[in-house]
């Protein structure tokens, strides 16, 4: 079978619909599109009991015909989920797992509201060292989807569960009362009202391009998307200060010119874990998963001016105290992957089939336009520091996701291929990203921190996961769906 590829040039997002093969037929996932749309819908009557008044919502079009058995192709769907289960469970001996395995390999946070703080009451002032050491990110120099800002990401938004609207088109939703979508379960997404396709300027984030150097001290990587860091305390004089990116779009990687893992909406990371304030490792995001490194094996640049904390624990800028050096990370071209160094990495499958791009593209500074937070692990409470006493708290205890349903077989949008598709859910919020993971990797279970830049390349598969970045459970889907309807 002769496979057509799709030219990157223009940055496509979508080949014509005439070229869209399946090279695998083991499912009947493109065979029969309604029946495998249904296939891969939850079904709202699972969800827990909704509060009074609510009504339910029924996403199963009963109108459908029920999908026709195929023996052989169930048979062949029923290997590849046990040969994954296996893999997967060989996989965990050594920390890995699968990108479509969810966002944390371990326990996650309950859904709830949380016990969220009244936006005049903070968390106090941010440690000195949480801006002193923040990194800065270098985007890739030909990135198309920038910086995006969550607040305007609602404006262009509308929670559906699943593939059904839960509000008026016309209505939007605030990051001042996000979480009351909650109650409808982990299925809610905050679905782009816009074609993704059509890369409207909001998805883009041009207007939220970094300030260049040139601009003045005090702008040089600013820029008017919002960053978040959250600091959190724990045992041992242990601090972890998260620095969150928000993008709208993700555009992913390429196979013989095949694209897969775009998904609306894309959440990254960098970590630092303090003792008793001084910067000991640096986690950066990859996919789902990632990289750590000491402190001290990573690229460092000295631009930020040091700040220091005089005795009335107020930030100003101080000429007399010595600058601090800053660790960089490199965003990855589209999929906004977090890298220690320039360069291309490959990553995800086999013979080196897809790759990230990063280079010392615009400079972005996330201490220059951020919202500032202190959270409790223990109590589930976020408070804004008294830096930025008026971010928005609702939005961080949002459990659905941040983007469209990766979009049913039908859609002129979507393609499946060996089992990776065009489009993938979007992602879940900071809250869902591990803030109480014990080491500094993301991912429970083995967490190699390297000793230089260079040990990467010997240990590979620390650094190996799932393709299809943030397309969460989709076989899994797949599998509970028929058993509930069998």
């Known amino acids: 079978m002769q496979v057509r590829g799709v030219p990157e040039q223009g940055d496509q997002l979508n080949p014509r619909a005439s070229e869209r093969v399946s090279l695998f037929s083991f499912t009947h996932l493109l065979r029969n599109q309604d029946t495998d749309a249904r296939l891969l819908l939850p079904r709202a009557e699972s969800y827990a009991s909704k509060p009074p008044g609510v009504p339910r919502v029924n996403t199963t079009n009963t109108s459908d015909p029920s999908p026709a058995v195929n023996a052989p192709l169930d048979c062949l769907l029923l290997m ?73 990401h609602l404006e262009h938004t509308i929670p559906y569960l699943n593939y059904t609207p839960l509000t008026p088109l016309d209505t939007r939703q605030s990051l001042t009362s996000l979480s009351h979508l909650n109650r409808f379960g982990p299925h809610v997404y905050l679905t782009s009202d816009d074609d993704p396709e059509t890369q409207p300027p909001w998805l883009r984030g041009e207007h939220n391009r970094p300030a260049p150097i040139g601009h003045g001290e005090t702008d040089v990587g600013a820029s008017t998307a919002p960053g978040i860091i959250i600091w959190t305390e724990k045992e041992s004089n242990v601090t972890d200060v998260f620095y969150f990116y928000f993008y709208s779009f993700n ?144 939005w961080f205890h949002f459990g659905g996701r941040w983007g469209d349903r990766m979009y049913k077989a039908g859609d002129r949008r979507q393609w499946m291929v060996a089992g990776q598709y065009h489009y993938v859910h979007g992602p879940t919020g900071p809250k869902f990203k591990n803030l109480a993971r014990k080491e500094i990797c993301q991912n429970e279970g083995a967490c190699v921190v390297r000793s230089s830049l260079t040990e990467e390349a010997e240990i590979p598969f620390v650094t190996l996961e799932g393709w299809d970045g943030e397309g969460a459970g989709e076989w899994t889907d797949l599998l509970d769906e028929k058993e509930k309807r069998d």
Do not use: M
């Not at 959440?267 to 001084?278: K, L, M, P, S, Y």
């Open 80 to 152: 590849f989920l046990l040969a994954k289960q296996w893999l997967g469970a060989w996989f965990s001996l050594g920390g890995l797992r699968w990108a479509w395995d969810g966002d944390v390999a371990g326990t996650k946070p309950a859904l709830g509201t949380g016990t969220k703080s009244h936006e005049n009451v903070t968390g106090g002032f941010v440690p000195h060292f949480a801006i002193d050491y923040a990194p800065y990110v270098h985007l890739y120099s030909e990135e198309i989807f920038l910086p995006g800002d969550i607040g305007e």
């Open 251 to 394: 555009l992913g990687n390429t196979v013989a010119g095949w694209r897969f893992g775009n998904h609306v909406g894309d959440w990254e990371h960098t970590a630092v874990r303090f003792v008793n304030g001084v910067p000991q490792s640096i986690f950066y995001s990859e996919h789902s998963s990632g990289a750590a490194y000491e402190y001290g094996a990573v690229e460092k640049i000295g631009i930020r001016v040091r700040i220091s904390i005089p005795s009335s624990h107020h930030i100003t800028l101080a000429d007399t105290v010595p600058w601090i050096v800053q660790p960089v990370c490199y965003s990855a071209r589209g999929s906004h992957a977090n890298y220690a160094r320039p360069g291309t990495h490959y990553y995800a499958i086999p013979f080196h089939l897809l790759a990230d791009h990063t280079d010392k593209g615009p400079l972005w500074d996330v201490t220059k336009n951020s919202y500032i937070y202190k959270y409790d692990i223990e109590h589930d409470v976020l408070k804004p520091s008294h830096d930025t006493p008026g971010a928005p708290v609702d």
